[in-house]
């Protein structure tokens, strides 16, 4: 077969196509992104730009499976288009299944909010392509570690609310992609990535205590402060407001979602966010963490 990934350069994508790769089968597994060269070696690299459907149509074309993986911009209406673009591009050029990186959370909201994307492309799918398999990630454990680590320095991990969320390691979701694009049977399924098991804000406070050996609290703040404590912590300001709007689906509870999909589909269980979060705050912050 030739299996082509779409947004293969990123984090996400690099560990879909190593994982490909590594499982053998004789497979051509092709990486697609506006930096070919940034694709793993040993996978054809194509160039194709989610704003260029015309790069699309040329990547794209002899693919028996694609998965679309998502730009990481989060500006209103950008992923949208690209999800549209990619999707047209991909049913034009006759592929045979698509695959489409979809998340938890995902529903009719207003069009501002970053989960309307991830509805617009699951319906645009769901109408026109002939073959779909949609895989929702859940919040990935790794972006968590990265907020942990943040808040180590005050000792105050902050929410808008108690909240129930199954993290999951991004190499899980690669794993589980990857046994969806070399497996049979998957057509018109909807998966849910998530981690082994749902964790509150108390809970993850503890872990965070119990790994950097300090106390840690878990606190509930206004929208007003939290977004205050993220620009004082140092959160790029165009990340506050869709780290605002995660926290809101959070407090929701639309991350509170627990499937036994990764381990079906990768054919090992998903690490937990305890494992993830050592060894992302080890590497973060060697010399605080004594992991
Ligand atoms: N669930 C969660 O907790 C969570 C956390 C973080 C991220 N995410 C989402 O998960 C997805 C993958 O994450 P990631 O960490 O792998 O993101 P990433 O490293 O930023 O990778 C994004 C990929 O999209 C490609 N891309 C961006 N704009 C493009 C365009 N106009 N045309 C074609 N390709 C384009 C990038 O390649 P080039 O730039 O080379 O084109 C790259 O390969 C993203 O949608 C991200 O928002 C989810």
């Not at 560990?15 to 697609?32: K, N, Q, T």
């Not at 309307?116 to 895989?135: C, D, K, N, V």
């Not at 981690?195 to 119990?210: K, Q």
């Not at 620009?231 to 165009?238: I, K, N, S, T």
């Amino acid at each position: 077969m030739k299996i082509g990934v779409s947004g293969a350069s990123g984090h996400l994508g690099k560990a879909v196509v190593a994982e490909l790769m590594a499982r053998g089968g004789g497979h051509d597994i092709v990486g697609i992104s506006r930096t070919p060269e940034a694709v793993r070696s040993g996978a054809v690299r194509q160039h194709g730009d989610y704003d260029r459907p015309e790069t699309l149509a040329e990547a794209y074309r002899g693919l028996d499976r694609l998965l679309i993986i998502p730009s990481s911009d989060t500006r209103p209406g950008l992923r949208d288009r690209h999800f549209v673009t990619a999707i047209d591009a991909a049913v034009a050029a006759g592929v045979g299944q698509i695959v489409m990186m979809s998340s938890a959370a995902t529903r009719a909201v207003d069009a501002a909010e970053m989960f309307a994307s991830y509805f617009t492309g699951e319906q645009h799918l769901m109408r026109t392509a002939p073959r779909w398999t949609i895989l929702r990630m859940n919040y990935y454990a790794e972006s968590f570690a990265q907020v942990a680590a943040m808040s180590l320095a005050s000792g105050i991990l902050a929410g808008l609310g108690e909240s129930r969320v199954a993290f999951v390691s991004r190499d899980d979701v690669a794993v589980a992609a990857a046994g969806i694009l070399l497996g049979e049977g998957h057509a018109g399924a909807i998966y849910g990535a998530t981690g082994p098991a749902v964790v509150t804000g108390a809970e993850r406070a503890a872990l965070l205590a119990d790994i950097a050996g300090k106390p840690m609290r878990f606190v509930v703040l206004d929208e007003a402060q939290l977004r205050r404590g993220m620009a004082q912590a140092g959160v790029p300001q165009q990340y506050v407001q869709a780290m605002i709007d995660i926290e809101k689906r959070f407090v929701a509870g639309d991350f509170d979602v627990v499937t036994g999909d990764v381990a079906r589909l990768a054919g090992r269980f998903p690490r937990t966010l305890s494992d993830v979060l050592a060894k992302q705050l080890a590497a973060l912050a060697p010399r605080s963490v004594p992991v």
